[in-house]
């Protein structure tokens, strides 16, 4: 940016001028793509809470086109958690060692990360696997489908995201002074996690 | 379309604050190719991937249109997004392409085609979003009449319920979603980053792709009609909606795309307004519209999720077969609406919220009055946005949902009424006491005060509820909703687009004609709308085709209203179009406002500032006597304040090579830039000072007809000595010497340029024009066209004397014609050699000619003058006809020219007696 | 700034608007008679709302047109307003007054929906059921249905409204109540009809191809007549069974194409354009289909597409399909 040529005249009285570029364009850009994201998962919730709590459903769990009850995998789920939970750290653990200056330990910190979640991605399908139902079976199965589904989706995507930010680790592309792709992604994988969390918590355990 | 203002790369030394700019060599076409193949093969990807995927899990059957459809719909218009070019810059960092440099090479536009491949100028997108938005608008005007028609009389008139669903459908989707919603995006786009002093949007590149998601969401809703119009309005309530078939799915997916647009443009805007204002603009100076889109952005980022989760689920359980709204498997269907309106309402204050801003802005700039309460106009902004999360179930009220929820949402809904009042007050405080112009921006304002007024009370009487339970889903509602949409949206874009029309097209639109389009669509709207209110109230219900008789003379009366909204726009069209093309030249603020977009050309720079602005006060300083909001600094370069007078001169240096195109068009796209003034000086050396002159004379009359402020002189000497001499007098910014090629230029071969390179201590930039050019006839009708006739007289010196003469008294363009009065037989050996020495002397007199300096050339016709005049008089067009002869032999010449002249004067010229060359 | 407030040209500009808008809310019929309690209530509070949005509406468009009217300024005239940016007493009147009118108003409507939707005693429920494109009426205390809506008049009536398919909505204009037939929930609505008529229904909510057409009627009847009415539908019902006997015996039965056509007429010419001569309607032409009697029967009765089942029975039937057979 050039700096101002030539004179300036004289301010009106007001308000001195406010100094700006404290903010981070791209990182505010990713919190506020987030916020949407989060909406989008607020609306599927919304669906997922009308279907629980409302008038069609005097029973809970809903029972199965079959007669039988819905029975979910918490304990397996909690396990797959721990390790969504974990794979933050770590990814939080690799950004620490950026800032000490340590490239190497940046790129373990983002092998760990993107490997835990590449297995909580697989046990999750294993899961729908062998679930017993499908989603047609009721409007709750859409509805457990749909959250967990558009999850594991933006799992998918954050894997694709932290995988680039490895292969510009590589590249030795980051340093203490410059890393703001690998703020954004982080952002984005704790959002994941975050969402997972109350997803356990509000589907799976109460 | 006449070309956008910025200009391709120049030498070093050149405008735009030291960008260089390569544009991206290849043609819209290869664009165009590849994003068809792309679509082409998303499509062909998506069918395999399914045929392969149920065949290994085992579905049945292998194919279902539904699923097929909905999948193929999606990844072939990523398909097409990729092959537009929206990813490669993504795509080349994900491959590790080195992106420390800026590239440019997509910014901008040099020619009007390319305004349909991918772009990173907020300015070209903004001007691409209006002419799609617009373009939707017509479709979807046009389904608006194709329902009035319908409904002119009872019973069938030219469509059946199916149909007609169809264009009740589709009217809706089409104004809400690739209309309404992102036209502000576009007007918003063009102007907020100049007005907010920045180079650009904050993400340029999701810019483009937001842009590309508009066309993919439009044509997917108009590709319905391909495989039947989806009919459950835009509201999509399941189970109908369930129900639907390729174009209910069509519908869907367009929905994610136009909110997916919306979502990141508003992301574009907050990173842009919270990052990129120009220093000492603080949040309470920005115009009124910076915080109108600020607001209407926080809305599209939080509210726009969630009708893409209505439409996902919608979707879901026609082509997967779920069951979220089939209430027998535990689904709900009340559940659908109040996730659908979390959005749809909030979204009616994303297409009104930023006309606000820009009436806001108009006012003030035609009250010549600060906007009243500006805090409070804030203020209010944000209280629209933040109690417009809250009112959604007031579309429910006849629902069914539960019931307890209908008085809070009654008291949230009445509570929004507040603000909106407020701004209505502040607008008329601001023109109380004021000096109102009433130019055709101002019009569409005090039209949008009134028509907004209307509609604003009738959503009074719509949020009570026992009132709402009569009038919900009746006409009163369309009455309601066309009065806001109408006078809080349709108005707000017109006036906005004639508002800054001037600074985007650099032209001035017809007044005249706006006006009457204002007037036309005033009185259309009322007279179509109002009556709905009656009719709803007395039992008319909506998304009707036919209704009780008793209602045929309102319905007529409507029709013939909404046929006069259709004529009104089509002057719309023609006005800008024409204004676009060749309307008069806008100068830099003809409004007097005090904004930045105004302190700049029209059309803006390339990058909006060479120099970044400083800002100085608020934005509606009016009334105080030189109170500035900013001051916008000339080229680093040169130093001081940038006005529409300044100029920075430019040195031309060149001779032989003064009237060629090459020449003329480098000035012109320099001229294009506004910053330069341009002074021809004519090295004469030991050349003819006469035809030197002939040749300055024209050249400046041709820049001078293109509107380029230059002047000249010829000077004495050789080119060296006189460059530097003018150098001292001047004191140009650059200098531009104008050679022929090597072979040709004495002033190549001794090395002049380097020499007045060294001598001046300025820039140089050197452009060689090719010899050809050099003597070619200049295509522009920037100089009347003379037409010479003669026969005898080609060849002589008298007639060169002549023309040149005629060329000194004023700069002309010539062309000499010479018919033949051929013997038969046409190609025997007599007739070719009176073909062969016609041609050898036009050949003599036309080099001569051009060799003292005139533009001339030349053409020898096969036939007699009867015949060969009017063809030629039909091909160049000239002003005017001289006939030449010698000794009075013209006196047939002469004759024949009258009759196939028509209204061009014919003069003749007696040569004397004097013959041969 | 308001020291100079012009009185008098502001006064004569409002009283003129206000006479038009006066005028021509004194002079057009706007709203349909109010034959039920809940609209009596309902349309004083509409006259209530339109007569403070007038006020506004003048105060607006007085404002507006002085304004243009007195401070127009010449086209060569450059000189700017006073750089007036606020007045703080202004603004806290101009949002203090309408809030509180807003209040009032919000509490006047909520007293009406209360009142609207006070539950009687002495009710009458009778079922409502939507489907596309038609309406059926259900009298459980009589344990029939019926494709006639007959209501008790000065008595509260409470529709229990329910949904086939789609979501439709039940809506008579006079009676100024509304309410979707949704799927999956019944939807309670209360009218206390006040004059003995024949009214329409309307379907007020899309819902599909027929939605235009999707009309029935309510009969508001003295008390005397409605026990009648129950007493003799229900009589024609006895058990399902023998119901169901009888009605396949009065189906077969040779019929009367003259009664029939009267059926046809209330129960399938909305959708069947000139009593099942023409072409061009919801359904098609039924003149010239030429099919037999049992395939008339079968589609009456189970409906087909768009065509609901079981639109008529018994001996209508049969008349029915004399006429449908007359028309060929």
Same mark, same amino acid.
């Given at each position: 940016?050039?700096?101002?040529?030539?004179?300036?005249?004289?301010?009106?009285?007001?308000?001195?001028?406010?100094?700006?570029?404290?903010?981070?364009?791209?990182?505010?850009?990713?919190?506020?793509?987030?916020?949407?994201?989060?909406?989008?998962?607020?609306?599927?919730?919304?669906a997922y809470f009308f279907i629980r709590y409302g008038v069609a459903n005097e029973t809970w769990p809903p029972l199965k086109q079959d007669g039988e009850p819905f029975e979910?995998?918490?304990?397996?789920?909690?396990?797959?958690?721990?390790?969504?939970?974990?794979?933050?750290?770590?990814?939080?653990?690799?950004?620490?060692?950026?800032?000490?200056?340590?490239?190497?330990?940046?790129?373990?910190?983002?092998?760990?990360?993107?490997?835990?979640?590449?297995?909580?991605?697989?046990?999750?399908?294993?899961?729908?696997?062998?679930?017993g139902f499908t989603p047609q079976d009721r409007a709750f199965s859409g509805a457990?489908?749909?959250?967990?589904?558009?999850?594991?989706?933006?799992?998918?995507?954050?894997?694709?995201?932290?995988?680039?930010?490895?292969?510009?680790?590589?590249?030795?592309?980051?340093?203490?002074?410059?890393?703001?792709?690998?703020?954004?992604?982080?952002?984005?994988?704790?959002?994941?996690?975050?969402?997972?969390?109350?997803?356990?918590?509000?589907?799976?355990?109460? | 379309?006449?070309?956008?203002?910025?200009?391709?790369?120049?030498?070093?030394?050149?405008?735009?604050?030291?960008?260089?700019?390569?544009? =991206?060599?290849?043609?819209?076409?290869?664009?165009?190719?590849?994003?068809?193949?792309?679509?082409?093969?998303?499509?062909?990807?998506?069918?395999? %991937?399914?045929?392969?995927?149920?065949?290994?899990?085992?579905?049945e059957p292998?194919?279902?249109?539904a699923?097929?459809?909905? !999948?193929?719909?999606?990844?072939?218009?990523?398909?097409?997004?990729?092959?537009?070019?929206?990813? =490669? $810059?993504?795509?080349?960092?994900?491959?590790?392409?080195?992106?420390?440099?800026?590239?440019?090479?997509?910014?901008?536009?040099?020619?009007?085609?390319?305004?349909?491949?991918?772009?990173?100028?907020?300015?070209?997108?903004?001007?691409?979003?209006?002419?799609?938005?617009?373009? +939707?608008?017509?479709?979807?005007?046009?389904?608006?009449?194709?329902?009035?028609?319908?409904?002119?009389?009872p019973g069938q008139?030219?469509?059946d319920g199916q149909?007609y669903n169809? $264009? %009740?459908?589709?009217?809706?989707?089409?104004?809400?979603?690739?209309? #309404?919603?992102?036209?502000?995006?576009?007007?918003?786009?063009?102007?907020?980053?100049?007005?907010?002093?920045?180079?650009?949007? #904050?993400?340029?590149?999701?810019?483009?792709?937001?842009?590309?998601?508009?066309?993919?969401?439009?044509?997917?809703?108009?590709?319905? /009609?391909?495989?039947?119009?989806?009919g459950a309005a &835009?509201t999509a309530y399941p189970p109908l909606a369930s129900q639907g078939t390729?174009?209910q799915?069509?519908?869907?997916?367009?929905?994610?795309?136009?909110?997916?647009?919306?979502?990141?443009?508003?992301?574009?805007?907050?990173?842009?307004?919270?990052?990129?204002?120009?220093?000492?603009?603080?949040? @309470?100076?920005?115009?009124?519209?910076? @915080?109108?889109?600020?607001?209407?952005?926080?809305?599209? !980022?939080?509210?726009?999720?969630?009708?893409?989760?209505?439409?996902?689920l919608t979707?879901f359980d026609r082509i997967m077969g779920t069951n979220f709204f089939v209430p027998d498997q535990g689904g709900d269907v009340i559940m659908y609406q109040h996730?659908?309106?979390?959005?749809?309402?909030?979204?009616?204050?994303? /297409?009104?919220?930023?006309?606000?801003?820009?009436?806001?802005?108009?006012?003030?700039?035609?009250?010549?009055?600060?906007?009243?309460?500006?805090?409070?106009?804030?203020?209010?902004?944000?209280?629209?946005?933040?109690?417009?999360?809250?009112?959604?179930a007031?579309?429910m009220f006849v629902s069914g949902m539960a019931p307890w929820l209908r008085?809070? /949402?009654?008291?949230?809904?009445?509570?929004?009424?507040?603000?909106?009042?407020?701004?209505? @007050?502040?607008?008329?405080?601001?023109?109380?006491?004021?000096?109102?112009?009433?130019?055709?921006?101002?019009?569409?304002?005090?039209? +949008?005060?009134?028509?907004?007024?209307?509609?604003?009370?009738?959503?009074?009487?719509?949020?009570?509820v026992p009132?709402d339970i009569q009038m919900s889903d009746t006409?009163?509602?369309?009455?309601?909703?066309?009065?806001?949409?109408?006078?809080?949206?349709?108005?707000?874009?017109?006036?906005?687009?004639?508002?800054?029309?001037?600074?985007?097209?650099?032209?001035?639109?017809?007044?005249?004609?706006?006006? &009457?389009? $204002?007037?036309?669509?005033?009185?259309?709207?009322?007279?179509?709308?109002?009556?709905?209110?009656?009719?709803?109230?007395q039992g008319m219900p909506r998304r009707v085709a036919d209704y009780d008789p008793r209602?045929?003379? !309102?319905?007529?009366?409507?029709?013939?209203?909404?046929?006069?909204?259709?004529?009104?726009?089509?002057?719309?069209?023609?006005?800008?179009?024409?204004?676009?093309?060749?309307?008069?030249?806008?100068?830099?603020?003809?409004?007097?406002?005090?904004?930045?977009?105004?302190?700049?050309?029209?059309?803006?720079?390339?990058?909006?500032?060479?120099?970044?602005?400083?800002?100085?006060?608020?934005?509606?300083?009016?009334?105080?006597?030189?109170?500035?909001?900013?001051?916008?600094?000339?080229?680093?370069?040169?130093?001081?304040?940038?006005?529409?007078?300044?100029?920075?001169?430019?040195?031309?240096?060149?001779?032989?090579?003064?009237?060629?195109?090459?020449?003329?068009?480098?000035?012109?796209?320099?001229?294009?830039?506004? %910053?330069?003034?341009?002074?021809?000086?004519?090295?004469?050396?030991?050349?003819?000072?006469?035809?030197?002159?002939?040749?300055?004379?024209?050249?400046?009359?041709?820049?001078?007809?293109?509107?380029?402020?230059?002047?000249?002189?010829?000077?004495?000497?050789?080119?060296?000595?006189?460059?530097?001499?003018?150098?001292?007098?001047?004191?140009?910014?650059?200098?531009?010497?104008?050679?022929?090629?090597?072979?040709?230029?004495?002033?190549?071969?001794?090395?002049?340029?380097?020499?007045?390179?060294?001598?001046?201590?300025?820039?140089?930039?050197?452009?060689?024009?090719?010899?050809? =050019?050099?003597?070619?006839?200049?295509?522009?009708?920037?100089?009347?066209?003379?037409?010479?006739?003669?026969?005898?007289?080609?060849?002589?010196?008298?007639?060169?004397?002549?023309?040149?003469?005629?060329?000194?008294?004023?700069?002309?363009?010539?062309?000499?014609?010479?018919?033949?009065?051929?013997?038969?037989?046409? &190609?025997?050996?007599?007739?070719?050699?009176?073909?062969?020495?016609?041609?050898?002397?036009?050949?003599?007199?036309?080099?001569?000619?051009?060799?003292?300096?005139?533009?001339?050339?030349?053409?020898?016709?096969?036939?007699?003058?009867?015949?060969?005049?009017?063809?030629?008089?039909?091909?160049?067009?000239?002003?005017?006809?001289?006939?030449?002869?010698?000794?009075?032999?013209?006196?047939?010449?002469?004759?024949?020219?009258?009759?196939?002249?028509?209204?061009?004067?014919?003069?003749?010229?007696?040569?004397?007696? #004097?013959?041969?060359? | 700034?308001?020291?100079?407030?012009?009185?008098?040209?502001?006064?004569?500009?409002?009283?003129?608007?206000?006479?038009?808008?006066?005028?021509?809310?004194?002079?057009?019929?706007?709203?349909p008679p109010a034959d039920s309690v809940e609209a009596g209530r309902t349309f004083?509070?509409?006259?209530?709302?339109?007569?403070?949005?007038?006020?506004?509406?003048?105060?607006?468009?007085?404002?507006?047109?002085?304004?243009?009217?007195?401070?127009?300024?010449?086209?060569?005239?450059?000189?700017?307003?006073?750089?007036?940016?606020?007045?703080?007493?202004?603004?806290?009147?101009?949002?203090?007054?309408?809030?509180?009118?807003?209040?009032?108003?919000?509490?006047?409507?909520?007293?009406v929906l209360e009142r609207n939707e006070a539950v009687a005693a002495d009710r009458v429920e009778i079922d409502v059921y939507a489907q596309q494109f038609n309406w059926t009426y259900g009298y459980p205390s009589a344990g029939i249905e019926s494709g006639d809506l007959m209501v008790p008049v000065n008595r509260q009536v409470q529709l229990n409204v329910r949904a086939r398919d789609v979501i439709h909505d039940f809506w008579v204009p006079q009676f100024g109540i509304k309410g979707d037939a949704v799927p999956g929930i019944t939807h309670t609505l209360w009218i206390t009809p006040t004059k003995v008529g024949t009214y329409p229904v309307v379907c007020a909510e899309l819902c599909g191809v027929g939605h235009s057409v999707m009309r029935s009627s309510v009969h508001v009847v003295t008390e005397q007549q409605y026990a009648a009415w129950l007493a003799k539908s229900s009589a024609t019902v006895k058990t399902a069974a023998a119901a169901s006997a009888a009605a396949a015996k009065l189906e077969t039965a040779p019929g009367d194409a003259a009664a029939g056509k009267a059926v046809f007429e209330a129960k399938c010419s909305g959708c069947h354009a000139g009593l099942g001569t023409q072409a061009g309607g919801v359904g098609p032409k039924l003149a010239g289909i030429n099919w037999s009697d049992e395939q008339i029967r079968t589609q009456v009765k189970n409906g087909k597409g768009a065509m609901p089942g079981g639109l008529v029975n018994g001996t209508d039937l049969a008349n029915v399909v004399a006429y449908v057979q007359s028309i060929q």
């Amino acid at each position: 940016m050039a700096t101002t040529a030539g004179h300036a005249p004289a301010d009106q009285g007001h308000a001195a001028p406010e100094k700006k570029q404290h903010v981070n364009a791209a990182l505010m850009g990713m919190l506020l793509f987030i916020g949407s994201e989060v909406m989008l998962f607020a609306s599927l919730f919304t669906a997922y809470f009308f279907i629980r709590y409302g008038v069609a459903n005097e029973t809970w769990p809903p029972l199965k086109q079959d007669g039988e009850p819905f029975e979910l995998p918490v304990v397996l789920t909690g396990v797959n958690t721990l390790i969504l939970v974990s794979s933050s750290f770590t990814l939080w653990w690799g950004e620490k060692r950026l800032a000490a200056g340590d490239n190497k330990g940046l790129i373990r910190g983002l092998w760990v990360t993107i490997l835990m979640g590449a297995t909580f991605l697989l046990i999750q399908l294993n899961e729908y696997a062998h679930l017993g139902f499908t989603p047609q079976d009721r409007a709750f199965s859409g509805a457990f489908y749909t959250l967990t589904g558009f999850h594991g989706a933006h799992v998918l995507v954050g894997l694709i995201v932290l995988s680039l930010c490895l292969r510009r680790a590589y590249k030795h592309d980051f340093s203490h002074a410059y890393h703001t792709p690998l703020t954004a992604g982080s952002y984005y994988w704790h959002f994941v996690d975050i969402v997972w969390v109350l997803l356990f918590f509000l589907v799976y355990v109460i | 379309m006449a070309t956008h203002a910025p200009a391709p790369a120049h030498a070093p030394g050149g405008g735009h604050g030291g960008h260089e700019i390569h544009q =991206d060599p290849r043609p819209v076409s290869y664009w165009w190719t590849r994003a068809i193949l792309g679509t082409v093969a998303g499509v062909l990807f998506s069918f395999l %991937l399914l045929f392969l995927l149920r065949a290994l899990f085992g579905f049945e059957p292998l194919y279902d249109g539904a699923v097929y459809g909905g !999948v193929a719909g999606l990844i072939g218009a990523i398909g097409f997004l990729w092959g537009i070019g929206c990813f =490669d $810059f993504w795509l080349g960092w994900a491959k590790g392409k080195d992106i420390s440099e800026e590239d440019h090479s997509f910014h901008g536009v040099t020619n009007w085609k390319q305004y349909f491949r991918v772009n990173t100028d907020h300015k070209v997108i903004g001007i691409q979003y209006l002419g799609m938005t617009l373009f +939707f608008m017509l479709w979807g005007g046009l389904m608006a009449l194709l329902i009035r028609t319908e409904l002119a009389a009872p019973g069938q008139q030219i469509a059946d319920g199916q149909t007609y669903n169809g $264009f %009740l459908s589709m009217h809706a989707t089409l104004m809400i979603f690739v209309f #309404a919603v992102p036209v502000f995006g576009g007007i918003a786009n063009y102007v907020l980053p100049i007005m907010l002093g920045a180079k650009d949007m #904050a993400f340029p590149r999701l810019n483009a792709l937001s842009f590309w998601f508009l066309p993919v969401a439009g044509f997917m809703f108009l590709a319905s /009609m391909f495989t039947g119009m989806f009919g459950a309005a &835009w509201t999509a309530y399941p189970p109908l909606a369930s129900q639907g078939t390729m174009g209910q799915t069509l519908f869907e997916l367009g929905v994610q795309f136009a909110g997916a647009s919306s979502i990141a443009t508003a992301i574009n805007f907050l990173a842009t307004i919270v990052t990129m204002r120009a220093p000492g603009m603080t949040i @309470w100076r920005m115009p009124i519209l910076a @915080w109108a889109t600020g607001v209407t952005s926080v809305l599209a !980022v939080f509210a726009t999720p969630f009708i893409a989760g209505s439409q996902f689920l919608t979707m879901f359980d026609r082509i997967m077969g779920t069951n979220f709204f089939v209430p027998d498997q535990g689904g709900d269907v009340i559940m659908y609406q109040h996730i659908f309106w979390f959005y749809s309402h909030p979204a009616v204050y994303i /297409m009104l919220l930023p006309g606000f801003g820009i009436i806001s802005e108009i006012i003030a700039t035609f009250a010549r009055k600060p906007l009243f309460g500006y805090r409070a106009m804030a203020f209010s902004l944000v209280a629209i946005a933040v109690l417009g999360f809250g009112v959604w179930a007031h579309h429910m009220f006849v629902s069914g949902m539960a019931p307890w929820l209908r008085v809070p /949402m009654m008291v949230t809904t009445i509570i929004i009424a507040v603000p909106t009042g407020v701004k209505m @007050w502040s607008w008329l405080a601001t023109l109380w006491q004021g000096k109102i112009h009433i130019k055709t921006p101002m019009l569409w304002a005090l039209g +949008f005060l009134f028509t907004f007024l209307l509609g604003g009370l009738s959503g009074v009487f719509l949020g009570i509820v026992p009132a709402d339970i009569q009038m919900s889903d009746t006409y009163f509602v369309t009455a309601h909703l066309h009065y806001v949409l109408y006078g809080g949206t349709v108005f707000t874009v017109f006036a906005g687009l004639y508002y800054w029309f001037p600074k985007m097209t650099g032209k001035m639109y017809n007044e005249r004609l706006g006006q &009457w389009h $204002f007037w036309l669509t005033f009185a259309g709207t009322q007279l179509t709308f109002f009556p709905m209110h009656w009719q709803g109230l007395q039992g008319m219900p909506r998304r009707v085709a036919d209704y009780d008789p008793r209602f045929e003379t !309102v319905n007529s009366v409507e029709t013939i209203g909404s046929y006069m909204l259709g004529i009104a726009t089509i002057i719309f069209f023609y006005n800008i179009i024409t204004s676009w093309k060749s309307g008069p030249k806008a100068p830099w603020n003809p409004w007097r406002g005090k904004t930045l977009e105004w302190m700049v050309s029209s059309p803006p720079p390339l990058f909006n500032f060479d120099v970044e602005p400083q800002v100085v006060g608020g934005p509606y300083q009016y009334g105080i006597p030189d109170a500035r909001h900013a001051v916008v600094f000339a080229p680093e370069e040169f130093g001081g304040e940038l006005t529409e007078d300044t100029r920075y001169p430019v040195l031309i240096i060149a001779n032989e090579t003064l009237t060629s195109q090459t020449l003329i068009d480098e000035i012109r796209s320099r001229d294009s830039e506004g %910053l330069w003034s341009f002074q021809l000086v004519t090295p004469v050396g030991d050349g003819d000072r006469a035809v030197s002159e002939r040749r300055l004379a024209t050249t400046l009359a041709i820049l001078a007809e293109s509107g380029v402020s230059a002047t000249g002189r010829v000077a004495e000497g050789d080119v060296v000595a006189v460059a530097t001499e003018a150098a001292k007098e001047v004191a140009p910014h650059e200098l531009v010497i104008a050679t022929l090629p090597l072979a040709q230029s004495q002033w190549m071969r001794s090395d002049s340029v380097d020499k007045v390179r060294k001598a001046t201590g300025v820039p140089v930039s050197h452009v060689i024009v090719p010899p050809n =050019d050099a003597r070619a006839l200049l295509g522009t009708a920037a100089l009347p066209l003379v037409m010479v006739v003669a026969t005898e007289a080609v060849g002589a010196e008298a007639l060169a004397t002549a023309v040149r003469t005629r060329a000194d008294a004023q700069p002309a363009r010539f062309t000499v014609i010479a018919p033949l009065d051929l013997p038969d037989p046409r &190609w025997g050996a007599e007739a070719n050699e009176l073909r062969r020495s016609a041609g050898e002397a036009m050949t003599a007199t036309v080099n001569a000619l051009i060799n003292s300096g005139v533009a001339v050339e030349g053409e020898v016709m096969d036939d007699a003058a009867s015949v060969a005049l009017p063809l030629a008089i039909d091909a160049y067009k000239p002003s005017v006809i001289i006939v030449a002869g010698i000794n009075g032999e013209a006196a047939g010449l002469r004759e024949a020219a009258e009759a196939a002249a028509g209204d061009t004067p014919v003069e003749s010229v007696n040569l004397g007696a #004097a013959a041969g060359a | 700034m308001y020291k100079n407030v012009p009185i008098i040209p502001l006064a004569v500009i409002g009283v003129i608007i206000a006479a038009i808008t006066a005028g021509q809310a004194l002079f057009i019929d706007w709203l349909p008679p109010a034959d039920s309690v809940e609209a009596g209530r309902t349309f004083t509070l509409l006259w209530f709302l339109f007569w403070c949005s007038v006020v506004f509406f003048v105060i607006v468009t007085s404002v507006l047109v002085y304004a243009i009217w007195k401070w127009r300024a010449k086209d060569d005239d450059l000189e700017d307003g006073p750089p007036t940016h606020g007045n703080t007493t202004l603004e806290v009147v101009w949002t203090a007054v309408p809030s509180i009118l807003l209040i009032v108003v919000a509490v006047y409507g909520y007293i009406v929906l209360e009142r609207n939707e006070a539950v009687a005693a002495d009710r009458v429920e009778i079922d409502v059921y939507a489907q596309q494109f038609n309406w059926t009426y259900g009298y459980p205390s009589a344990g029939i249905e019926s494709g006639d809506l007959m209501v008790p008049v000065n008595r509260q009536v409470q529709l229990n409204v329910r949904a086939r398919d789609v979501i439709h909505d039940f809506w008579v204009p006079q009676f100024g109540i509304k309410g979707d037939a949704v799927p999956g929930i019944t939807h309670t609505l209360w009218i206390t009809p006040t004059k003995v008529g024949t009214y329409p229904v309307v379907c007020a909510e899309l819902c599909g191809v027929g939605h235009s057409v999707m009309r029935s009627s309510v009969h508001v009847v003295t008390e005397q007549q409605y026990a009648a009415w129950l007493a003799k539908s229900s009589a024609t019902v006895k058990t399902a069974a023998a119901a169901s006997a009888a009605a396949a015996k009065l189906e077969t039965a040779p019929g009367d194409a003259a009664a029939g056509k009267a059926v046809f007429e209330a129960k399938c010419s909305g959708c069947h354009a000139g009593l099942g001569t023409q072409a061009g309607g919801v359904g098609p032409k039924l003149a010239g289909i030429n099919w037999s009697d049992e395939q008339i029967r079968t589609q009456v009765k189970n409906g087909k597409g768009a065509m609901p089942g079981g639109l008529v029975n018994g001996t209508d039937l049969a008349n029915v399909v004399a006429y449908v057979q007359s028309i060929q």
